[in-house]
């Protein structure tokens, strides 16, 4: 019997980055991921980063609708209307 073991990676570059955080703040999210249930404080850190894109992205729709209620929208009736 032969058995074929295959590792899978994950293909991503990570970047490290430093931050710099006043003691009681840093104490707070220590408190976070370990009540939290985040398992490192870089995870804690990829949820808030993914949650404030979340967020951006919601504000960018709500101008975006609020804009095209004042008039300033165009309505795409086709592809060719994004030129």
């Known amino acids: 019997m032969t058995i074929v073991i295959i590792c899978v990676t994950n293909c991503y ?15 707070e999210v220590r408190t976070e991921v370990s009540e939290g249930g985040y398992a490192s404080v870089s995870e804690f850190i990829r949820k808030l ?4 894109k979340k967020a951006k992205a ?10 095209f209620r004042q008039g300033k929208g165009k309505v795409l009736r086709s592809l060719a209307d994004l030129r």
Do not use: C, F, H
């Open 58 to 67: 919601i504000n960018d729709v709500l101008e975006s609708e609020k804009e």
């Open 49 to 52: 980063v993914r949650d404030w």
């Open 13 to 27: 570059m990570r970047t490290i980055m430093n931050i710099s955080l006043p003691a009681s703040l840093a104490d």
